[in-house]
């Protein structure tokens, strides 16, 4: 199979992971170009990437089959359809869209074009995360009872302009950034029957709440707790996935071993998962972190099979549904003030 031609949309803080990740799959991919307004990020990427800059997108979309949307949210539905109106197949970064009428422009646009288009949930794609599910689906810890998953983050360092306003960001963080733990909910308990939140504005200087809480009642009688800060005083352990079963709660931690806004794509990490039951067991010990390469291997493997991608725009767009539900809710009851 002949390398992808890659255009790498957007060169922010998430670009060198996606290059890093197209490095560790070799000749499966070339990036041709990286393209942002701004040229000192898009310069410093492309020496890494071995590509060229380019400050419009749209001028390069015929020289490559795919492109790897990488932009702030508000642009997502634009760029996105741009891309596969020319022919190309689409990575695009999570959120889908910041409104369902713009996830369900990009959809409308997907088929009509017959290419490929994931969002990128980068955690399902993980060894550990898909040992979890597995653990979980055979059954031998009893039934799931309960997901309960904490992300506690700091933007400090980090935070960009468009992230500090709804209308660019789409919300806040449970919008932003829960769906990393959504999708794990959904893919694990499948699908929603309500869903409630709270937030608050903790110390982050932006209009979204900073810090929220949400729960989940799933269609399967299970139930979903979402805790998310971006305002931690220090960031123990980054993502915890817990299944509460019959038997043992079974726990997924993902933690980063230095400082991942500062050190970004250097940053090393441990990853485990121990069984909590009569005795404990350590199921899984790894240094995968944020490893964007399972993820970006699944695509191709969609582009090239024109199988759908687990992570495709229907599963985006229930992601976001879910979230938006809850903000509706949250704000008839003054809950996200
Ligand atoms: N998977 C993850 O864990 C993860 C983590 C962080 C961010 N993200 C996602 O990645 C995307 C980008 O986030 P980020 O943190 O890199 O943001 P960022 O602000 O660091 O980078 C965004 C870049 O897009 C550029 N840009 C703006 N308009 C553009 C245009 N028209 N064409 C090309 N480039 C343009 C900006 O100049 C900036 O360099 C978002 O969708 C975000 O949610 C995902």
Redesign the pocket.
Known sequence: MAAHRIGL???????P?HVAGLSQLGRQGEIVWV????PE??LALAREAGARVI???RTGLQDIDCAF?????H??A??TIDCLEAGCHVL????IANSLAEADSIIAAAEQAGKTLMV????RYKKSFRLFKQIIDSGKYGKLIMLDSLMDDSVEG?L????THKATLGGGCLF??SG?QLDIMLWISGDVHAAYMVGTRGRVPMEGEDTAACILKFKNGSIGVVRHTWASPKIRIWYTMEAMCEKAHLILTCTPLGDQNTEGVNCKWQTRIVALGKQEELLLESDEG?D?APEIEHFFECVDTGRRPETDDAMARKVSAVVLDAYHRAAVDEANV
């Open positions: 949309i957007g060169c922010g803080w998430i670009a992971f393209a942002d307004p701004n990020p898009a400050a419009d997108y949307i990488l932009v702030p949210h642009l997502h634009q760029v695009l970064e999570k959120p990128a949930y980068p955690h980090y960009a302009e468009w992230m932003s950034a990393h944020l964007l």
